[in-house]
């Protein structure tokens, strides 16, 4: 017999539907927590050929066109961007944290020890193209070369497929599991995780 929770999130018009319950105060979330260690792994350079990616500065913002002053924003909160682009076009992007985040998903303030993977995004016409792949290569490659950090960690909701296949790709491993809902002013949050590689705090 199919579990009901199972059938309801596969359903075609189930983002549409949670988004709109989660506009009024309605929200059902659950999600892997990943990590992996940097500190032995042999990480090569993507192979980008026409697509450019680079850790991205305040003055590169501009091509970012209304995203500009929310990443603007991270920026001066000293997050790092990480963009690829096509043809002087940004086709994706994605942020490395190395203080407190927020995961918006659980309503949660989190610190990781080491690195955090957030907020990744490629355009719609530019996926199956390998780039989240490319991107999260080249920010692993940042952290461990340039800042010099052991560990990194992502959260990723269990619905998102296509980023749990491009995480695991990237030998992640799944540490721990959250769980939240909130329906208006009511919530519970219960977490289980292997380790003691973050703590978190209500927002």
């Not at 450019?52 to 970012?64: H, N, P």
């Not at 918006?104 to 490629?122: D, P, Q």
């Not at 959260?155 to 030998?171: F, G, M, Q, R």
Request: aromatic fraction near 16%; include cysteine; charged fraction near 25%.
């Amino acid at each position: 017999m199919k579990n009901k929770t199972s059938t309801i999130k596969n359903f075609k018009f189930w983002p549409h539907v949670k988004y709109y319950l989660n506009r009024i105060g309605i929200i059902f979330n659950e999600a892997y927590v990943f990590k992996i260690n940097l500190d032995d792994m042999k990480l090569k350079a993507p192979e980008t050929k026409n697509i450019i990616i680079k850790e991205c500065k305040i003055e590169d913002l501009d091509q970012f066109g209304k995203l500009k002053d929310e990443f603007q924003s991270y920026i001066m909160d000293d997050h790092i961007l990480i963009a690829a682009f096509l043809n002087n076009l940004w086709v994706g992007y994605m942020w490395i944290s190395f203080k407190h985040a927020k995961v918006t998903e659980v309503e949660r303030i989190f610190h990781f020890k080491g690195a955090y993977l957030w907020n990744s995004y490629v355009r719609e016409e530019c996926r199956c193209r390998g780039i989240a792949k490319k991107m999260l290569n080249f920010s692993l490659n940042l952290i461990k070369n340039k800042y010099n950090q052991k560990e990194a960690y992502g959260i990723v909701l269990t619905s998102n497929i296509p980023s749990i296949k491009t995480i695991e790709y990237s030998k992640f491993s799944r540490t721990g599991f959250l769980k939240y809902w909130r329906i208006f002013f009511l919530e519970k949050f219960s977490m289980h995780l292997d380790g003691d590689g973050l703590c978190f705090k209500k927002y």
